[in-house]
């Protein structure tokens, strides 16, 4: 199989596929732009120091079950 052969298959598949291929793409990047960041509060007593600091506070939950 030749370079050019390879490129020439590459070419094809972008030209048949370009829209799934950027919706994927679109897809992905939403992904790791809106995802949630991990929190650095490590204990209980951390979180209701928060909760009690008497500014507004967006709690979270997530469970992978």
Do not use: K
Request: aromatic content about 6%.
């Amino acid at each position: 199989m030749t370079l050019n052969r390879v490129a020439g298959g590459a070419l094809r598949l972008l030209r048949e596929n370009w829209l799934f291929l950027l919706i994927i793409g679109a897809l992905g990047i939403a992904l790791l732009a809106l995802r949630t960041p991990g929190s650095d509060v490590s204990s209980l007593e951390e979180v209701e120091t928060i909760l009690t600091g008497g500014q507004p506070t967006v709690v979270e939950f997530y469970s992978n079950t």
